[in-house]
């Protein structure tokens, strides 16, 4: 017999009903971030309203109406006078990007932008396999690409790689025997002296002739367009971050001699606009090598952009020094660390990882400024604008040309900035 008086007892918890569609999901967060309030719903409508009708009216102009397929702006014209002219671009694309290096050789400069990528590939990246030889192979890479851009002959190449080594040895192997302090500059002095009186460097130097195998020269006049950005902007930046270390170093010294001699620097440099420092590359810099020596033009201009970059790279590296506590040397002496020891295996990785915003935005600002050289007769994309537009055919379009270089930067930019976030993300070792 079934007793019903008995109450009903469950054996197990109740399953969690799923929450209501208007607490998660988009939903949810459209109320929260767009409609949260009658002043946001109101702000969220106008301006998407503003924002669908800009949207419509880019791509109604850039891809609907446009013209692709012109001989030139009249042309375009006729087709559609209401849409965009692209065929200046379809046209003078490979100009864009390499300036007026010599069409049948330009398959040289495209191997050096995919090394590039291979370089950056084993550079940025932990997990890379063979990553070993890769870092070996990003480190010669600057002397594979001047070899591929420029040519000539391979033993001044090979002349020019010496006279780094020399450098890297003074200061690897001299650190053993003198303070590394002292090692550093007289590497440096040692392969300045290499670089500039052993004939390899400069083609012209007297007395000496290199000869041999290597690649048909281009002129420096050649180079432009995207090319031109590149090598000036990569250079900067990969020179400008250890010369701005260093600098850093040298400011917070205890040394009177090497802590004026950075400082001095540092605000010479910065208070004197990029502008200038690229009329002293076109024209004064030149003066301070020996006579008969031909320092060539970009590179007079890599130099100035680096230090004009390395300046701000120093303060920036040493906001993140001073944002360190005190406790980290002190915790480097405990240790028994001497000072290169403790800059390099403790100070100096937290001084970066927390300066990486600041490091960014000063490479970004670096690459947007290559197109200043524009001033001095240098076809980069800016240059390259008004040497098309010198074309009858052509003459009339700007906001095309606008766009497109600007897209270009906007891409090298952005990639960088997302770099720097999966940086600030990986290293983000505080709250784990």
Same mark, same amino acid.
């Given at each position: 017999?079934?007793?019903?008086?008995?109450?009903?007892?469950?054996?197990?918890?109740?399953?969690?009903?799923?929450?209501?569609?208007?607490?998660?999901?988009?939903?949810?967060?459209?109320?929260?971030?767009?409609?949260?309030?009658?002043?946001?719903?109101?702000?969220?409508?106008?301006?998407?309203?503003?924002?669908?009708?800009?949207?419509?009216?880019?791509?109604?102009?850039?891809?609907?109406?446009?013209?692709?397929?012109?001989?030139?702006?009249?042309?375009?014209?006729?087709?559609? #006078?209401? !849409? *965009?002219?692209? /065929? $200046?671009?379809?046209?003078? &694309?490979?100009?864009? @990007? +390499?300036?007026?290096? =010599?069409?049948?050789?330009?398959?040289?400069?495209?191997?050096?932008?995919?090394?590039?990528?291979?370089?950056?590939?084993?550079?940025?990246?932990?997990?890379?396999?063979?990553?070993?030889?890769?870092?070996?192979?990003?480190?010669?890479?600057?002397?594979?690409?001047?070899?591929?851009?420029?040519?000539?002959?391979?033993?001044?190449?090979?002349?020019?790689?010496?006279?780094?080594?020399?450098?890297?040895?003074?200061?690897?192997?001299?650190?053993?025997?003198?303070?590394?302090?002292?090692?550093? #500059?007289? !590497? *440096?002095?040692? /392969? $300045?002296?290499?670089?500039? &009186?052993?004939?390899? @460097? +400069?083609?012209?130097? =007297?007395?000496?002739?290199?000869?041999?195998?290597?690649?048909?020269?281009?002129?420096?006049?050649?180079?432009?367009?995207?090319?031109?950005?590149?090598?000036?902007?990569?250079?900067?930046?990969?020179?400008?971050?250890?010369?701005?270390?260093?600098?850093?170093?040298?400011?917070?010294?205890?040394?009177?001699?090497?802590?004026?001699?950075?400082?001095?620097?540092?605000?010479?440099?910065?208070?004197?606009?990029?502008?200038?420092?690229?009329?002293?590359?076109?024209?004064?810099?030149?003066?301070?090598?020996?006579?008969?020596?031909?320092?060539?033009?970009?590179?007079?201009?890599?130099?100035?952009?680096?230090?004009?970059?390395?300046?701000?790279?120093?303060?920036?590296?040493?906001?993140?020094?001073?944002?360190?506590?005190?406790?980290?040397?002190?915790?480097?002496?405990?240790?028994?660390?001497?000072?290169?020891?403790?800059?390099?295996?403790?100070?100096?990785?937290?001084?970066?990882?927390?300066?990486?915003?600041?490091?960014?935005?000063?490479?970004?600002?670096?690459?947007?400024?290559?197109?200043?050289?524009?001033?001095?007769?240098?076809?980069?994309?800016?240059?390259?604008?008004?040497?098309?537009?010198?074309?009858?055919?052509?003459?009339?379009?700007?906001?095309?040309?606008?766009?497109?270089?600007?897209?270009?930067?906007?891409?090298?930019?952005?990639?960088?900035?997302?770099?720097?976030?999966?940086?600030?993300?990986?290293?983000?070792?505080?709250?784990?």
């Amino acid at each position: 017999m079934t007793d019903n008086n008995v109450a009903w007892v469950a054996e197990g918890s109740i399953p969690p009903s799923p929450p209501p569609a208007g607490e998660t999901g988009p939903i949810r967060w459209a109320r929260e971030n767009l409609f949260l309030g009658p002043v946001n719903s109101v702000i969220t409508i106008v301006a998407s309203i503003f924002i669908t009708w800009g949207v419509l009216a880019l791509l109604q102009w850039a891809v609907f109406d446009a013209v692709v397929n012109a001989s030139s702006l009249a042309e375009c014209r006729e087709v559609n #006078p209401h !849409g *965009a002219c692209w /065929a $200046v671009i379809v046209e003078r &694309f490979d100009q864009f @990007l +390499f300036g007026f290096y =010599p069409e049948e050789l330009r398959w040289r400069p495209s191997l050096a932008f995919a090394l590039l990528l291979v370089a950056l590939y084993f550079a940025l990246t932990d997990n890379a396999p063979f990553r070993a030889q890769g870092l070996i192979f990003a480190g010669v890479y600057p002397l594979i690409a001047f070899f591929l851009i420029w040519g000539g002959p391979i033993l001044s190449v090979l002349a020019f790689a010496a006279g780094i080594t020399i450098l890297f040895a003074a200061v690897i192997y001299g650190g053993r025997f003198i303070p590394t302090a002292f090692a550093l #500059p007289i !590497g *440096a002095v040692a /392969a $300045v002296a290499w670089l500039l &009186f052993i004939p390899g @460097l +400069f083609a012209s130097s =007297p007395g000496v002739d290199f000869v041999g195998p290597g690649l048909e020269e281009v002129e420096s006049r050649q180079l432009g367009g995207f090319l031109l950005a590149l090598i000036i902007g990569v250079a900067g930046i990969v020179l400008s971050l250890p010369i701005g270390v260093l600098l850093a170093l040298g400011r917070r010294s205890g040394l009177f001699f090497i802590q004026t001699l950075c400082v001095v620097f540092i605000e010479f440099i910065r208070g004197v606009p990029l502008i200038t420092l690229l009329f002293v590359a076109n024209s004064v810099l030149a003066y301070f090598f020996p006579p008969g020596s031909s320092l060539d033009l970009i590179l007079r201009v890599v130099i100035m952009v680096t230090m004009f970059a390395s300046a701000y790279m120093a303060e920036v590296i040493r906001g993140g020094l001073a944002a360190l506590p005190s406790g980290q040397q002190e915790a480097a002496d405990s240790l028994g660390l001497d000072y290169w020891k403790s800059i390099r295996l403790i100070i100096m990785p937290q001084a970066l990882k927390i300066s990486i915003p600041n490091i960014v935005s000063t490479f970004i600002g670096l690459f947007k400024d290559t197109t200043l050289v524009v001033v001095i007769g240098l076809l980069d994309p800016i240059g390259l604008i008004s040497a098309i537009r010198g074309d009858s055919n052509w003459n009339g379009i700007v906001w095309e040309f606008y766009v497109f270089v600007g897209a270009f930067f906007f891409v090298v930019c952005f990639a960088m900035s997302r770099y720097s976030q999966y940086l600030e993300r990986k290293l983000a070792t505080d709250h784990r």
